[in-house]
């Protein structure tokens, strides 16, 4: 079974930043767009942000811009979240997952049009 695997969540302070990392020991990160979700206690699972295969186009939700940054390292078939200024509404577990694109009719790709996912990491923002 194709899995995606996070790493990176854990404790943070308002203000402080975590990098989120995601990778697969099954398939070849470059092949796909890779999102980023986020499902918070009680709420939908969200979209927050991906990276075409190419690189080239990336979405973020607006209550992430300017404050999350994605990029790819192909040599480490690696996706990483840079997430900063950290707010307490940011708590979730977040999850990445493999599809065809960041966009699809023209809308962000949400999660019924992804692939393959992973079982999540935990983000908790707190003083």
């Known amino acids: 079974q194709v899995q995606l695997v996070e790493s990176g969540g854990g404790l943070v302070q308002p203000g402080g930043s975590l990098r989120l990392s995601c990778t697969s020991p099954?398939?070849?990160?470059?092949?796909?767009?890779i999102g980023w979700f986020r499902q918070a206690p009680g709420a939908d699972r969200e979209g927050v942000s991906c990276?075409?295969?190419?690189?080239?186009?990336?979405y973020y939700a607006d209550s992430v811009k300017g404050r999350f940054a994605v990029s790819r390292d192909s040599a480490k078939n690696t996706v990483s979240l840079q997430m900063n200024s950290l707010k307490p509404e940011d708590t979730a577990v977040y999850y990445c997952?493999?599809?065809?694109?960041?966009?699809?009719?023209?809308?962000?790709?949400?999660?019924?049009?992804?692939?393959?996912w992973g079982r999540g990491t935990l983000v908790t923002i707190s003083s």
């Open positions: 990276v075409s295969n190419s690189g080239e186009e990336t």
């Open positions: 099954h398939i070849t990160l470059d092949y796909y767009a």
């Open positions: 997952a493999s599809g065809p694109g960041c966009y699809q009719h023209g809308r962000p790709a949400d999660e019924k049009d992804m692939d393959y």
